[in-house]
């Protein structure tokens, strides 16, 4: 068949000399899809699903790609909404006491090691927390630790958020 014969068969067509509601052809061939959807085949995604999936070598590459990227970015802390450090009541030592927190969050990470544990459990099962703690230290008011996302609960109905006692670590 040539284009032309193709094009007067379109217009043929279009004018109804030739409808037909029935179709001509399969919308896949039945050797793709012999039992039913292929979305029932896929794994559910769990969070174990989820962190199995990220441990292959494509999927590990691209998420150590952002995780490295965002947690070298350089940081610091500042007054937002244009606002001056001045006009904070003791802004200069605030900011210096929270940047020194966040250096040093708790007594085994750095504030690149935190982020980075944080950073995995967002990029590969959209969750991720910290658990904050006080220290009872005016220099060093909050302790930070990270927490496996995949363990918290959450509790709409009172407000509180609980973890899977199993997932506790001891500090």
């Known amino acids: ?11 043929r067509r279009l004018a109804g000399a030739r409808v037909s509601d029935q179709r001509r052809t399969l919308a896949l ?25 990220a441990e292959t070598p494509i999927a590990r590459k691209a998420i150590n790609t952002v995780k490295d990227r965002v947690a070298g970015m350089k940081w610091r802390i500042q007054p937002k ?3 001056a450090l001045a006009e904070l009541l003791q802004g200069a030592e605030r900011v ?20 980075e544990q944080i950073l995995e459990d967002v990029i590969v099962g959209g969750f991720g927390a910290i658990e904050l703690q006080l220290s009872g230290n005016p220099a060093r008011p909050l302790l930070l630790y990270p927490v496996d996302g995949a363990t918290i609960k959450m509790r709409p109905q009172d407000g509180t958020v609980t973890r899977k006692r199993s997932a506790m670590r001891s500090h």
């Open 81 to 83: 909404n244009g606002r």
């Open 96 to 115: 210096a006491i929270l940047t020194d927190n966040l250096d040093a969050p708790n007594s085994d990470d750095s504030f690149r090691s935190l982020a």
């Open 1 to 11: 068949m040539t284009i032309k014969e193709s094009f007067r068969g379109a217009l």
């Open 29 to 53: 061939p039945s050797m793709l899809v012999p039992y039913g959807s292929r979305v029932e085949a896929l794994p559910k995604p769990t969070p174990a699903n989820l962190r199995r999936f």
